[in-house]
């Protein structure tokens, strides 16, 4: 059983040290497989791993009903994470983002349904919304608070602007956002704003999408696996290779810990801090019980400088999406 960490410091959420990133199980890494996808959440609490994350966008919608029949009996056993903006249709056409206070309030509806609960514990917005003032969404979002439909609230990739004027509505617990060994530009601004204001910090792709796991090589990716196309430039063509190059070293030094290469960069984001929840994504139970292995992997200063010369910042070849216009908005 793994520990806890309390995201935030106005409106704190204690939730287990790691999450479980839900997105894979319904769409984008690959051909889905409920049965072991509901296995793996069934798993999670039962190994301490007691966030949830999904989104409506997963899917889209699919995600939410996944994770909402697998954790139908065990709702108090588990903290569930949501999130609204990208909105889709469901046929899957991506209609843009959205944070106008309207959407807000029939998106949370809409989600509390798929889910089959009463309360969304932490609620973000998956996307800032650049054509909506950043007060008028959380301020809707507020309101969900105050009606009980959401306990705590989130946003994901906005920049420390944003998060500074978002705070100043409601308390915002947490911020999503990428953070790996391989994405590290947040300790400019971002993470600073963040401990200057007490928002935790949830990182997702803490294994830079599975690269970093040593799983991934040129050609390895099922069809259908969107890693595979031009919307991830790290994960193909030369700069793959470059990367590749950086996973070997890390591969060298878990070699030395007695552990994997994913739970060597997982124990990485883990020292971060006590207000960092990596929600390294899986729908697969071996690889959720390998991920909680991370936790018993001690860094000491030694092996974090080695890390830093093994992947210095700068050093990973292309751009983390290949649009990136709706980042730290």
Request: glycine share 10%; charged share 20%.
């Amino acid at each position: 059983m793994i520990t806890t960490r309390t995201l935030g410091t106005a409106s704190p959420l204690t939730v287990s040290t790691l999450g479980l990133g839900c997105m894979g199980m319904s769409e984008f890494y690959g051909t889905a497989d409920e049965a072991e996808a509901t296995a793996t959440i069934h798993r999670a609490p039962d190994l301490g791993v007691t966030l949830l994350d999904t989104a409506d966008m997963y899917g889209p919608f699919t995600n939410e009903e996944l994770v909402g029949r697998a954790i139908a009996g065990r709702r108090d056993d588990v903290q569930l994470a949501t999130k609204f903006g990208n909105e889709r249709l469901a046929d899957g056409t991506r209609v843009g983002i959205n944070g106008r206070p309207e959407y807000v309030r029939r998106a949370c509806d809409a989600s509390l349904r798929r889910l089959g609960v009463e309360y969304i514990d932490l609620y973000y917005q998956h996307r800032v919304d650049p054509s909506v003032p950043i007060e008028e969404t959380v301020g809707a979002m507020a309101e969900l608070v105050a009606a009980g439909k959401v306990r705590h609230l989130g946003l994901s990739e906005a920049a420390p602007g944003t998060i500074r004027r978002a705070h100043a509505v409601h308390p915002i617990t947490a911020l999503q956002t990428e953070y790996s060994l391989f994405t590290r530009d947040l300790e400019d601004e971002i993470l600073p704003t963040l401990r200057e204001l007490g928002i935790g910090l949830v990182p997702y792709s803490p294994l830079g999408r599975g690269i970093l796991t040593g799983a991934i090589t040129a050609g390895s990716l099922e069809p259908g696996d969107s890693r595979a196309t031009a919307y991830f430039p790290r994960l193909n063509g030369e700069a793959l290779q470059a990367n590749l190059a950086l996973v070997d070293r890390v591969r060298a030094l878990a070699e030395t810990k007695g552990c994997t290469p994913g739970q060597l960069a997982l124990a990485w984001v883990l020292a971060q801090g006590e207000d960092v929840v990596p929600i390294p994504g899986t729908k697969r139970v071996r690889y959720l019980e390998e991920n909680v292995g991370a936790t018993g992997v001690v860094l000491s200063p030694d092996d974090l400088a080695a890390l830093a010369e093994a992947v210095p910042r700068g050093a990973v070849a292309g751009a983390r999406y290949g649009d990136m216009g709706s980042i730290d908005v």
